[in-house]
Every structure is written in C-alpha cells, then in structure tokens.
C-alpha cells in the first residue's frame, strides 16, 4: 500500500509517497540513474582490452560504444511517453530488468558482434528506464520541494561523468575474478537485481491522468531526426566528414519541421501528441533546454579533448588520467547538492550565472597553465576545482529550474526532451571539439610541443559555448517559481 500526505497548501499537490518509502524510492531511481550513466562512460577505457580479446574490425570496435549512445538518444522521447501511457513504474521495472540482463549478455559475449547488438538493446533499455527516473521524483516531492532530490541527482550525474572511465580503469586492470574487461558489465547484474526488488516494493505508479495514447507517426519522426543528426555526429570525425555527413544533418532539420508540423496537427486533432507543446509555453523550459544543450556540448567537448591531451599528448597512463580529472570530479556532487538546495531557492538564476561564469575561468586558467610550461597533475588543480564548483552550481539547479514549471502530468515527456537535448548537446559537442582539437594536432607526433597549443585554441569553443549559455539564462525568469497544474 503506497502511503500519501496531505496536499500541498499552495498547489493542491498530492505526493505519491512519502516518508521511508519515499526515500527508499528515491535511493532505487538514483541508483538506476547512475548505473546508466556509468556504463556510458565506463566502457571508453575498456575498448583496448575488448578489442585484444575478441577482435574484429575498429569499426566493430567503436559500435560497442556509439551503438549504445545512438539506441539511447533515438528511444529517450518514445520511452518517456510510453511512462505517460502505461505507467512510470512499469516502464521503470521493464528497463531496469532488461538493462540488466543486456548487462549479463555483455559480460559473457564471445563475439564483437555479440557485444554490439547486447550494447544496443542496453541502450534502448535504459532509455525506457531513465526518462521514469524524474518523471517519478517529480510526482513524489512537492514543487517547492524537489530542490533536495533533484540536488542529488545532478551529483551523481557529475560524478558518474567524470568516475566512469576511473572506475572502468579499476575493474578492467584489476582483472577481478579473472574476468578482465567483462567486470565492468558484469557488475551492474547484481545492482540491477537489488534495484528490481526494491523497486518492485517502494516505487509507487503513477502516469498521465487523461487518456494518452501513443503517436507511431511522431515517433518514427522524431527518431529518424535524430538519427539523420546523430549517427554522422558519432561517425563523422572517423570517416574524414564526408558530404554525406552534412547532407544528413541538414536533413534533420527538414524531417524535424515535418516532426513539428506533425505534433501541432496532432495536438489539434486527437490531443495526444509524442511530445506537448504546450511545454514550451514556460519559459524556465524552453530556456532551460536551450542552456542545457550549450552547457553540455562544452563540457562533454571538453572532457574528451582534456583526456586525450593528458593520455596521448602527455603521455598520461589511463589512471594517471582519471586520478587528475578527481579535482573536477570531487567538486561536482558537493555544489550541486548545496546549489539546488541552497542556495538556488535563494538566490534564482544568479546560480546558474555565477556557475557558467566559473566554468569560462576555469577554461581560461586551464590555457595559461597549458601555456606557461611543463604541465603537472598538481598545476592543473585550481583550473580543475574551480571548473568542478562551476559545474556543479549549474547541472542540479538547471534541472529543477527547467523542470519546477512542467505539470505533473508531462513530467515523462519533459524528462524525456530534457534527456534528448542533453544527449544532442553531448554529441554535438564531442563532434565539434573533437574534430577541431585533432584538426590542430595533424599527423605530428604527439607531444607537448603540438598537443599544448592544440589545447589551448580548442578551449576557446567551451568557452564560447558556456558564455552563449550565459547569455540564454536571461531568457529564462529569474525564480523558478515552482507553480504544479493539478
């Protein structure tokens, strides 16, 4: 039996639970959440091991990898809806159990092939899994109190960002069990277990009060969008851009208007469109996803052009790498819980502002120390705590800021479109940061003497991206102001 509290005294808002089953719930949604966001990073640093052991073609290789980011990206709106229509906690369960037994299938594959196809349904398991976890924290806590759970769950997103490939570095070199690479999806079997059980027991159900029904047209749109956007963002850099690529991405935008075009006529028509437009109406959404789309596209660029600094243009080991990102990594979950519960309830949009403004520092003290001689984990420290700090004053009070006006009722499609911008942004900004970062190194050998400017003029894109993000927080109202249509 769920349990419920009385209504909230402004809003009328009902939670689903609370009390300890509201907490274990919470602790189980978490723990999914980062379970997903671990294996989308983690996997990066195995790719050597898992490439000796199986073999195959590098294309092969690099689908273990890209072919999980492209089946989460493509499902995440779908997933979402499909919460709105049968049940969040359902959808919940159904991804969770088959994200964990994708993980087994992993963890035993004998084949690149195997592996592969094992990875892509991982991908659209979690992306039935995740767009459930704010949908479902949205209908426990109270508008004005989400701050706290929502504080947590930037943390862990911060932390899964930069402990993955430490972590993957742990279990594959530690070669526990004898089981090598395969640890690393192994591990998730027995979490997924302990996740599905408490679950099963404390997550409460909920979904769309009015009558929704899927919108098969919108989704084969939307996801053949994002494919024509993403799969050459993914694949570009390794192909050398050929035309097709650009080709493809400016036919997203044509399959995109067609997508929109649809979802007004299904919104007039049977009121049951894949994605409610009418979310675009609150300001804190519409410029929360716009400044999530900058943000992430910096700082994800940013990550993977830094490790292949340290790893290749510095010769760091792979846990050399991950021990100096820590700094970055250590800050992250401290100033997003403080940020969201804090001081963000306090003080509004400033938060995001004075975050994104120390991210640009952070940038450019990271290029003066780059520039100013030999590079060593201890001289990378301030640029790295100050940029941890700057992240995480934004990532946990964006998401409530975007989130705090969205009716309970869309809380899965608005989970769903803020996930699939944040994957949007993660791909766009690895493709353009990526190609710009080895279009500066060439073919030389690498070394300080290339790899140190390199990095320097390819900081200047993050740079760029956080201050456009700082510029579109201006769009966004300065409280949010927490309002819940009941």
């Keep these: 039996m769920v349990t419920t509290a009385p209504p909230d005294a402004e809003s009328g808002f009902v939670p689903a639970t609370t009390g300890r089953r509201r907490s274990i719930a919470l602790f189980v949604v ?6 997903d966001l671990l294996d989308n990073t983690i996997i990066n640093v195995a790719l050597p091991s898992i490439h000796q052991d199986l073999g195959g073609t590098y294309a092969a290789v690099q689908w273990m990898a890209a072919g999980y980011t492209l089946a989460f990206a493509l499902a995440l709106i779908t997933g979402s809806r499909l919460g709105d229509i049968f049940g969040r906690r359902r959808l919940f369960l159904t991804g969770a159990a088959g994200f964990t037994i994708a993980s087994a299938l992993c963890g035993i594959s004998q084949e690149p092939w195997q592996l592969v196809a094992a990875r892509v349904v991982q991908g659209v398991m979690a992306a039935l899994m995740i767009p459930q976890v704010l949908a479902i924290i949205q209908t426990m ?15 862990l997103a911060g932390m899964a960002t930069v402990g993955g490939p430490v972590l993957g570095t742990v279990l594959t070199s530690g070669d526990i069990a004898g089981l090598g690479w395969r640890s690393i999806f192994l591990v998730n079997v027995p979490v997924g277990i302990a996740a599905l059980v408490l679950a099963a027991l404390y997550l409460p159900e909920s979904r769309a009060p009015h009558g929704t029904r899927l919108d098969v047209p919108g989704v084969l749109l939307s996801s053949l969008a994002l494919l024509l956007l993403i799969y050459p963002l993914i694949k570009g850099q ?18 995109l208007a067609a997508f929109a075009a649809h979802q007004k006529r299904r919104t007039r028509t049977t009121g049951s469109p894949l994605i409610e437009l009418g979310l675009f109406r609150y300001k804190s959404f519409s410029g929360g996803l716009l400044v999530n789309l900058l943000f992430m596209g910096g700082v994800v660029g940013y990550f993977l052009v830094f490790t292949v600094y340290l790893q290749t243009g510095l010769g760091f080991s792979v846990m050399r790498s991950g021990l100096t990102n820590l700094p970055w990594g250590f800050m992250v979950p401290v100033f997003a819980g403080v940020s969201a519960a804090v001081l963000a ?5 400033p938060v995001l502002q004075i975050g994104l403004v120390l991210d640009i520092v952070a940038m450019l003290i990271l290029m003066w120390t780059v520039g100013s001689g030999e590079v060593t984990t201890l001289r990378l420290v301030p640029a790295l705590l100050i940029g941890g700090i700057g992240m995480g004053l934004v990532v946990a009070p964006l998401l409530d800021f975007t989130l705090a006006d969205v009716p309970v009722a869309h809380a899965g499609s608005a989970s769903g479109l803020y996930n699939t911008i ?65």
């Design 141 to 155: 806590y109270a508008p004005a109190d989400r701050g706290k759970a929502i504080g947590m769950f930037g943390a």
């Design 30 to 35: 978490l723990l999914a959440m980062f379970m």
């Design 345 to 349: 309830p306090k003080l509004g949009r």
């Design 422 to 486: 944040q994957q949007v942004g993660s791909a766009i900004g690895i493709a353009g940061l990526g190609a710009f970062f080895f279009s500066r190194t060439g073919h030389h050998v690498p070394g300080p003497a290339t790899y140190d400017p390199a990095l320097q003029h390819t900081l200047w894109l993050p740079v760029a991206a956080f201050a456009a993000a700082l510029a579109a927080t201006f769009l966004m109202p300065g409280r949010a102001t927490h309002h819940d249509a009941v």
């Design 238 to 255: 390794d192909l050398g851009w050929p035309a097709w690529t650009f080709v493809s991405m400016a036919g997203s935008l044509l399959v």
